[in-house]
């Protein structure tokens, strides 16, 4: 017979126990590019780590499909740069080597909705309009990338093609399509968005390496250890399909992070790192945080 003592000192330690597995180092939200490099990079230090994950697979922006025998990429497309690259080198490390797809100007082509090739001065002006959006503005004054480039290539026609200035419909094409290029870089609803001082730094090196038939993927398994059926790290738990709907901070010294999951899960941290997009901070920042 067991006297009830010890059915409670058993409770606890089975309590203890359950606590304990629910309690990681470091908690991190979100498993796109930052996240999983911080997980991973946690866990390659031994600490103990859990990466939530809202949708059902890791990679954020990156999404490689296998599609007819080989890899559509969903998302992004091309590693850009060589150095220094955090993705470059990693995939140096691993002996991957990155396939340049990079194009001169000079080998486009410049065609018109109907199918036929523009001739060479509008081949000319949309170049040069490509290199003002790729290079932006040098300048202090706070100005869009569309104003700044539909007033300075408005003035390279003027002084360089003035046969052109007078076609309306002609300019207005090209800055059409110069406006659809720029959002399918930056990721804008409109180039009257993007700020021309273009406020980050490109790498030097190639900027249009593919990771081919690998997918984009495979920079995400590498760092989780997964690559060619890896077995992954040992100090890393990543639970996908995961939404985290309450990240309660600490209000004393000896108290710990809680993240709480829409499936009512409940974790404990000594620290959290937050990697969701600003998209979903701005729509729940409010309600996430307490």
């Not at 790192?273 to 309600?287: F, N, P």
Request: aromatic share 6%; net charge negative; charged share 25%.
């Amino acid at each position: 017979m067991i006297v009830p003592w010890v059915l409670v000192a058993l409770a606890l330690v089975a309590l203890n126990c359950a606590e304990e597995t629910n309690h990681y180092d470091v908690i991190v939200v979100g498993m796109g590019a930052a996240g999983t490099m911080a997980a991973s990079t946690l866990a390659r230090a031994g600490k103990k780590v859990l990466a939530l994950e809202a949708m059902e697979r890791v990679g954020g922006r990156v999404h490689s499909v296998d599609f007819a025998g080989g890899v559509a990429e969903l998302g992004a497309e091309w590693t850009q740069g060589q150095g220094p690259s955090l993705i470059y080198k990693t995939a140096r490390d691993h002996n991957i080597t990155l396939q340049s797809q990079a194009k001169d100007l000079s080998e486009v082509e410049v065609v018109r909705s109907d199918g036929t090739l523009a001739d060479l001065v509008i081949k000319d002006i949309v170049d040069k309009g490509m290199e003002l959006c790729d290079e932006g503005s040098e300048g202090n004054k706070p100005v869009s990338l569309g104003e700044y480039v539909t007033n300075e290539l408005t003035e390279y026609i003027r002084k360089k093609h003035p046969e052109i200035a007078e076609d309306k419909e002609t300019v207005a094409r090209v800055l059409e399509y110069l406006d659809q290029y720029t959002d399918t870089v930056d990721a804008s609803d409109s180039w009257m968005d993007v700020d021309a001082t273009v406020p980050y730094e490109i790498l030097d090196g190639d900027q249009h390496l593919s990771w081919h038939k690998l997918g984009y993927k495979t920079l995400f398994e590498l760092l989780l250890n997964t690559y060619n059926g890896g077995p992954g790290l040992d100090s890393l738990e990543v639970k996908l399909s995961s939404p985290v709907t309450s990240v309660k901070w600490p209000q004393q010294p000896d108290e710990k992070v809680v993240v709480t999951t829409s499936g009512g899960q409940e974790y404990t941290a000594d620290a959290a790192i937050i990697t969701v997009s600003l998209g979903v901070l701005k729509e729940k920042h409010t309600t996430l945080f307490s």
